[in-house]
């Protein structure tokens, strides 16, 4: 198995978005609008009913996403 570009946390009410390659990070950075305060920890939080979207895409485009 290939180590994921992003790891998904999801917490209920929020979900992470872990960049864990330069990769995932260019790739948030390039195809997401966030304000600063939507990083936590080295997390970008969004909404649940966004995240499978954005998740979706990322796969799509070939990123490896890892979900725990």
């Given at each position: 198995m290939t180590d994921?570009?992003?790891a998904v946390r999801d917490e209920r009410t929020v979900v992470g978005l872990i960049p864990m390659t330069e990769e995932g990070r260019?790739?948030?950075d390039d195809n997401l609008i966030?304000?600063?305060w939507q990083w936590f920890g080295g997390a970008l939080c969004?909404?649940?009913r966004?995240?499978?979207d954005i998740?979706?895409?990322m796969e799509d485009q070939g990123l490896v996403v890892g979900r725990s």
């Open positions: 994921p570009d992003i260019a790739w948030i966030y304000e600063s969004v909404e649940p966004a995240a499978e998740i979706f895409i």
